[in-house]
């Protein structure tokens, strides 16, 4: 059984943590069990969460709301993974979009100045 001092506050409390089973544990705290479960969740990058992939084509969504400030790819243009596309600003936070694979722009559905919701279609990649 594990042991943790935390301070909550002013006051310190001892705490007693019991594996069961994996990724189950008993708690003891203050003179009461509980049982907690730690699920663990894989971890998710920005590239994994703001775009898709469906036949040939990568869409790639807003990760934020905000105004679209920058737009340096054209339809036709050549990206590479990681080339920046264009770049949102947010509470004066500038947000460069990139490209997750290589391929050719196909669609910019922004333009700058263009207000944009967090998961908007901002623009396609074609990576045939």
Known sequence: MDEFKIKVGDKEHNLKLKKVADGEY????????????????????????????????IYVDSVIGGIVLKVTKNIGDS???GDTVMTLIAMKTETDIKAPEKGVISNLSVYEGTIVERGELLFVIDTK
């Open 26 to 57: 008993q708690v003891l705290y203050d003179g009461s069990h509980d049982e907690v479960s730690i699920v663990k969740r894989p971890e998710q990058t920005v590239k994994d969460i703001h775009y898709r992939k469906e036949n040939d084509k």
């Open 79 to 81: 990206v590479s993974e």
